[in-house]
């Protein structure tokens, strides 16, 4: 399976340095860096170091998940704070309020994260960052304008933190009496950190300052560290200092004397684990150190101090989520919709076909049943349960479907009755049919029509087997007897 990679970006105002990592075994294998300048382009700052970042990346051919971003200490600003509260989530809510309550100014313009320091029965110290929104703005649309969208934005100090804690062994740690200072070639910073590094909210105490070539970096170091041990008061003093300098002008004999403490040079590059060589490509190693922090936080997922959790709040996987919901639920709608027409038109095909076949059997079954209509609602079940019925009383009486039955019969009296009715003054007031005979009670104006209408009778192919007529009333009244005679 192949390793997800993370992208760590260090920007600061005239160069940034970019660090590919993989996340293995609990932290990051470093991929490759770079370092990029933009000193002649400070008009288009962002937007020029994101346009060279993007083309060192594609140079490279670089693959990765997610990029976030350490801001160098001179864009933001750093400040103690006191906050009743220990859980995170509720200083979260309220730090803010306790900035401006702090620093006794708005701070609506710019953007805050922050890291727990300590805590206890009074609440948390806090070490509280703020930058201007606008430059985080500007920051993050320039980067998202060449294909990358920060998934956070922390102080360049907290990633150097993260890095420590993720490099440093365990063991030194676990001593807690050691300070460790970073000496870029334009910042410095010192850091006390917890003895649970990564696993806690809890970093340690960080201090950045401002340098340069010209300052006399020994006398700097020492009045920040005394500064610096005085603000980790509470827990176990401080025995030692560790430091990198990456111009190398550190007396470390000088500075332990200064500070009273065990003073000594620390390779930063060694705890990096990768090769020097393909590290050469980086412009500084403090700089690398914290662009390899920014990566290391996607990588372990270890606490943060995001400025995108108060401003501009990251998207990406939302929105991504998002998309593959919306296409995932087209592609749904539009198979359901397409195995309803399916199905729509197979019973629309099945339904026209049983109309055909009713329309046949309603035929067949008027026929049958003495021209008799299949009902509506009937269903087919119920009718095949009929044409049994029929079909019993057929095998029984074979006569009932010979020229003597009951339909022909019918047939022909009706033939006589409708040949004579005119002539003859004819009512009939009740006509039975028998299977083998018929029976027709009646009367006319004279005996002399009542002769005539006997003899049409027999014209039509019936012979008269009985009579009975009576005069009364001024009418003939007859009752006659008929069965078809045999061809």
């Known amino acids: 399976m192949e390793l997800q990679k993370y992208l760590g970006i260090y920007i600061s105002k005239d160069s940034a340095t970019v660090v590919c990592a993989e996340a293995g075994a609990g932290r990051g294998e470093v991929s490759g860096c770079f370092t990029v300048g933009a000193e002649d382009q400070a008009e288009a700052w962002p937007h020029a170091l994101a346009s060279l970042i993007s083309q060192g990346c594609s140079e490279r051919q670089w693959e990765f998940a997610e990029v976030s971003v ?96 993720g490099r440093i062994p365990p063991e030194e740690l676990d001593h807690g009496g050691t300070i460790f200072g970073f000496l870029s ?40 560290a005394i500064m610096t041990a005085a603000l980790s008061g509470g827990g176990e003093p401080i025995s030692r200092i560790r430091v990198f300098d990456s111009v190398g002008s550190i007396d470390y004999k000088q500075l332990g004397e200064r500070l009273g403490l065990e003073a000594a040079e620390m390779d930063l590059l060694e705890l990096s684990g990768g090769d020097r060589e393909q590290l050469a490509d980086c412009g500084d190693p403090v700089d690398f150190a914290i662009a390899y922090g920014a990566a290391l936080g996607l990588a372990t997922r270890a606490p943060a101090a995001n400025f995108r959790d108060d401003f501009m709040p990251y998207q990406g996987k939302k929105v991504k989520l998002q998309k593959t919901l919306r296409y995932f639920s087209l592609s749904v709608t539009v198979l359901l919709v397409a195995v309803g027409l399916y199905f729509q038109t197979q019973l629309f095909s099945v339904n026209k076909y049983r109309q055909r076949v009713r329309a046949r059997f309603a035929t067949d079954y008027s026929t049958v049943i003495l021209n008799s209509r299949l009902p509506a609602e009937f269903k087919f079940t119920t009718a095949e349960k009929t044409l049994e019925k029929v079909k019993r009383r057929l095998a029984k009486d074979p006569s009932l479907v010979d020229t003597g039955s009951a339909v022909s019969k019918l047939t022909l009296v009706l033939d006589a ?28 104006s004279s005996p002399a029509n009542t002769l005539r209408f006997f003899a049409t009778v027999k014209s039509s192919g019936l012979a008269i087997i009985s009579t009975n007529q009576s005069f009364e009333g001024g009418r003939d009244k007859f009752r006659i007897g008929l069965e078809p005679i045999e061809k």
């Not at 890291?115 to 500007?138: H, P, Y």
């Not at 409708?418 to 028998?434: D, E, G, H, M, P």
């Open 417 to 444: 009755l409708n040949k004579s009715a005119a002539q003859t003054n004819l009512n009939i007031k009740s006509v039975s049919i028998s299977p083998r005979s018929m029976t027709i009670i009646g009367d006319t």
């Open 185 to 224: 070639s334009r910042s410095g910073y010192l850091i006390a950190p917890c003895p649970d590094g990564l696993s806690s909210e809890r970093g340690g105490r960080v201090r950045t300052f401002l340098v340069s070539r010209a300052t006399d970096r020994t006398a700097l170091l020492a009045r920040e």
């Open 70 to 165: 350490a801001l160098d200490c001179a864009m933001f600003m750093q400040h103690n704070v006191h906050s009743e509260f220990r859980d995170p989530k509720q200083i979260a809510a309220t730090v803010r309020f306790d900035t401006e309550e702090a620093l006794a100014t708005d701070v609506s313009d710019a953007a805050i994260s922050f890291q727990i320091t300590s805590s206890g029965e009074q609440g948390s110290e806090l070490t509280v960052f703020t930058a201007k929104k606008q430059m985080l703005s500007d920051i993050i649309l320039s980067l998202q304008s060449s294909g990358m969208d920060p998934a956070g934005i922390e102080p360049d100090v907290n990633c150097l933190l993260r890095y420590l804690c």
